[in-house]
């Protein structure tokens, strides 16, 4: 995880569930092979590059885990929604229906 998005999770209050996680606030940092979350927490704790709270890892099948306090949970990458549709406004009530211009018709 970058320095100021840590800064802002380190601080934020702890909630359960999945946590959504934003890829603008990481970086691909090293590849670890291990049974799970905990056995790659050891592995890279004496190393320069330890698992801090907030940083990510994703296992082969995608599935992500975030390092907090409390252990590994549950996150998922944000997917914005998408924009809604333009449409047109719907016409005044009592407003006649605004038909159509209707083609030229080619002249034979």
Request: glycine share 6%; with cysteine; charged share 20%.
């Amino acid at each position: 995880m970058k320095d100021a998005p840590r800064q802002q999770f380190r601080s934020a209050a702890h909630v359960s569930g999945a946590a959504t996680v934003k890829p603008k606030d990481y970086e691909a940092a090293a590849e670890v092979e291990a049974g799970n979350e905990y056995a790659a927490w050891a592995l890279l704790r004496g190393t320069e590059q330890p698992l801090s709270v907030g940083d990510l890892l994703e296992a082969p099948d995608s599935r992500l885990r975030i390092c907090k306090y409390v252990g590994f949970e549950e996150a998922r990458w944000f997917v914005p929604e998408p924009p809604p549709q333009a449409s047109l406004p719907a016409p005044l009530s009592g407003a006649p229906p605004v038909a159509a211009p209707e083609a030229p018709q080619a002249q034979a």
